[in-house]
């Protein structure tokens, strides 16, 4: 029987990965990756306002980019076994689109109109919409269709973004037919067929961030969405109805992209997922382990069986939805909004004098400014590190909360702030670093507490990411403070290795995302053994950060930011 292999394409926020897997034993054969340049130059956002955008082209560009690549170093042998390609991407990332589903920043009028283009997961100008939904779900006296959402509407989401679009661009507003999220857009421009009536939506987008469930027969109902804003009248007819698990086929690639990318127009392309998601099946989740994506940001995966999980409703999650991960069981997520982001600001707090002196030297040529600039950022972090694994729990006595971007789970809140409390003279980097580390560990451990407290047990974590691949110290912090082993995954890719696998499915050659997994999974490198000193000193330490936490909060609602 002759080999086969897959494509899995991994849309990522700065960059897209395209890499061809051995459906037989899992080798990673080709790798290419995309930096988005538009993107990368700062276009289109503007950080102090919370707005994230993207232009279709850095999509487009980098699919052709990365896709070609792969192809070029597989050589024809293993380029002709190629079978099948399936994508993930970031999410909630939907874009304004017209009748044939173009996206309305590809159009000349909207070429440079941040509002026309793919609205980031990490955009969080819709705060003030999101409230409203959140409102209008606990009062109108129907549905409450946050309850599959924890209950609580986020305004990373779907419908908090569109009506966000549709209040400011009246050009934009007028000119959408309707809206698609990226993990659509991307399956149906490579079939062929990107009309938003007739590509297949993913449940996991779907479920997820808006807000659909077949116990209402799919997306919130008209009445509720015309009473949130008469602007959103007749939309719901011309989004989705039906919604497709990630192992079902999109279709076959189209003529047109068989002959850009050089491959076969029999590839089957399967429906696409977000990156955590299907990061969690290339991280070999299963039922009760959760699949705990590391880096910026977190996103913790778990999957339990329909039967046990019952009619029960986590609450404070970012929902629950069948086969949202893998098919024939329930897909719950939760995160934290802010994890490696919060090293990386500390780092540039830090870096931020030595930056403006450098800028303002003659003593250095340019070059050797940048090169001096690159080599400490790459240290700093990993030399705070150092400096602070030498330091007891509980020594310095400072607490952080881990709320710089707001709190995602349990309990979405955008309007929290990090703190950092107990500073006195004596503390220094190290010991700041430190306390941070084990907030962004605390909130984690947050997580897992709410998941218990609601009836959903955990019986081990899969770590994946850069920070779980390069921070031993954050891993063993982390460890320590759930009290728990944590495992990590081997594969460096591993949501480009879940989308391998799902194609792999979509395509035939397995019946089951276990199958594939069985198969095509790279195992795991690491285990992290947490310290039962540490996980003592911890268990006090976390009800401190539960207790800061608490009076924060609660002086944040007595006293909103803008009064």
């Avoid at 034993?25 to 993207?54: H, I, L």
């Avoid at 909004?337 to 002196?357: C, M, T, V």
């Avoid at 276990?514 to 285990?527: D, H, L, N, R, V």
């Avoid at 911890?538 to 930011?561: H, M, R, S, W």
Wanted: charged share 25%.
């Amino acid at each position: 029987m002759s080999k086969t292999f897959t494509i899995g394409v991994d849309y990522g926020t700065d960059s897209v990965r395209a890499v061809v897997v051995n459906t037989d034993t899992g080798e990673m054969v080709a790798e290419s990756v995309f930096s988005y340049p538009r993107w990368k130059g700062g276009n289109y956002c503007n950080a102090a306002e919370n707005r994230f955008r993207q232009h279709p082209l850095d999509y487009i560009e980098g699919l052709k980019s990365t896709v070609k690549e792969v192809v070029s170093q597989c050589g024809k042998e293993i380029a002709s076994g190629i079978i099948g390609i399936s994508v993930d991407t970031t999410g909630s990332t939907p874009v304004a689109v017209n009748k044939e589903g173009t996206p309305l920043s590809l159009l000349p009028e909207f070429s440079e109109n941040p509002n026309a283009m793919f609205v980031l997961w990490k955009d969080h100008t819709a705060i003030a919409e999101a409230d409203e939904i959140n409102e209008l779900a606990r009062s109108w006296g129907g549905v409450d269709y946050t309850k599959y959402e924890g209950g609580i509407y986020s305004s990373e989401w779907f419908w908090a973004k569109i009506l966000k679009m549709l209040r400011d661009d009246p050009e934009v507003r007028n000119t959408a037919y309707s809206w698609v999220e990226h993990c659509d857009w991307i399956p149906g421009l490579l079939t062929g067929n990107t009309k938003p009536l007739e590509i297949k939506r993913s449940r996991c987008a779907a479920g997820h961030k808006a807000m659909w469930h077949t116990e209402w027969n799919g997306l919130p109902s008209e009445e509720f969405l015309t009473e949130l804003d008469p602007l959103l009248s007749g939309l719901r007819e011309r989004l989705y109805k039906d919604t497709y698990t990630s192992e079902v086929s999109a279709g076959y690639l189209s003529e047109e992209w068989a002959a850009e990318l050089g491959l076969s127009t029999k590839l089957a392309v399967g429906v696409g997922a977000f990156d955590a998601h299907i990061g969690a099946v290339g991280g070999e989740v299963k039922p009760y382990y959760m699949s705990k994506v590391m880096g910026t940001s977190t996103c913790d995966m778990l999957v339990v069986d329909e039967a046990e999980v019952g009619g029960n409703l986590v609450k404070g999650i970012c929902g629950q939805v069948d086969g949202s991960i893998s098919p024939g069981l329930v897909g719950l997520e939760a995160g934290q909004s802010a994890f490696g982001d919060i090293y990386a600001w500390f780092r540039d707090l830090l870096l931020w004098p030595l930056e403006k002196q450098l800028s303002q030297t003659d003593l250095l040529e340019e070059e050797t400014k940048v090169k001096l600039l690159n080599e400490i950022k790459d240290r700093t972090i990993n030399d705070l590190s150092e400096a602070a694994t030498k330091i007891p729990p509980e020594e310095t006595g400072v607490l952080a909360l881990d709320w710089m971007n707001g709190r995602r789970t349990p309990d979405a809140n955008p309007y929290l702030k990090g703190v950092i409390s107990g500073l006195t003279l004596g503390s220094d980097a190290p010991a700041i670093f430190r306390a941070l580390v084990e907030a962004t560990a605390f909130g984690s451990r947050a997580i897992v507490e709410r998941f218990r407290d609601e009836g959903v047990r955990i019986d081990g974590v899969i770590a994946m990411g850069g920070v779980a691949k390069k921070s031993p110290f954050v891993m063993q912090t982390v460890a320590d403070v759930m009290n728990m082993p944590i495992l990590v995954a081997k594969s460096d890719q591993t949501c480009a290795l879940g989308a391998a696998m799902a194609a792999s499915v979509v395509a035939g050659k397995f019946t089951s995302f276990e199958a594939a997994q069985k198969s095509m999974g790279a195992g795991y490198e690491k285990e992290y053994i947490p310290d039962k000193m540490n996980a003592e000193k911890y268990n006090v330490l976390y009800q401190k950060y539960l207790k800061l936490g608490k009076f924060i909060e609660d002086e944040l609602t007595n006293y909103p930011a803008d009064e």
